[in-house]
Each structure stands twice: as C-alpha cells, then as structure tokens.
C-alpha cells in the first residue's frame, strides 16, 4: 500500500529555518514525481517545489526560490524540503504527493495521485 508520511512542522520566528520529512512506504520513489504543497486558510492548495526523476527536472514556485530546496535520500524513500528565512506568508499545511505516470514536469495539484497528511507550519512575526 502506498503511503507518504510527512512531519518536520512546528512554529518558527520569521526568518527561520524548517525541514520537512515525506517517508514512503510501500515504494521506493526510484521513477515517481515529487512535490511539495502547501494550503493556507482559505487559500487553494497550490504547488511549492516538485522534481521530476524520468526528465531530471525540479520546479520551485516564484514566491520560495531561493529559500527552499526539494531533494531526497539516497535510499530513495524520503523527500525533503529544506525551508530557509521562512516568511509569515509561508504558513500553510505542507503536503507532500507522489506520482508514478508523470513523464514530463508537473507541479500541478491535480496531476499527482497520492498525498500524505499535511503538517502545519506556521511563522510567527
């Protein structure tokens, strides 16, 4: 069965820094899209950082570049995302999400089949 565990959330001050965590279970992520996510309140679900293992290929949206980074262990079973001089503006439930069919780079929500939990983060001013 197919999991992903995310955790590594908590508060944090401005200018903060925070590592999120997402184990898989029940497969390795050897040919899957990764991503990042994020849902703040009252907000859409929209996509933070995803890579791409079949092209190479690595999105960060334009409102975290330069201050998260996505990569993953060499066991290929957890993906992280490193999270630097963090914003108020960056609170949200974090999601992490799997995909084994996408072949070319996506970070859209609806493109990605399988999601862990959510863990909240959120930056107090």
């Known amino acids: 069965q197919v999991q992903l565990v995310e955790s590594g959330g908590g508060l944090v001050q401005v200018g903060g820094s925070l590592r999120l965590s997402c184990a898989a279970s029940?497969?390795?992520?050897?040919?899957?899209?990764i991503g990042w996510f994020r849902q703040a309140p009252g907000k859409e679900r929209e996509g933070v950082s995803c890579f791409n293992l079949r092209d190479g290929s690595t999105y960060y949206s334009d409102s975290v570049k330069g201050r998260f980074t996505i990569s993953r262990d060499n066991a290929k079973t957890t993906v992280y995302l490193q999270m630097n001089n963090l914003k108020p503006e960056d609170t949200a439930v974090y999601y992490c999400?799997?995909?084994?069919?996408?072949?070319?780079?996506?970070?859209?929500?609806?493109?990605?089949?399988?999601w862990g939990q959510g863990t909240q983060v959120t930056v107090s001013s």
């Open positions: 029940g497969f390795t992520l050897d040919w899957y899209a």
């Open positions: 999400a799997a995909d084994p069919t996408l072949a070319t780079m996506s970070c859209d929500v609806g493109a990605f089949d399988y």
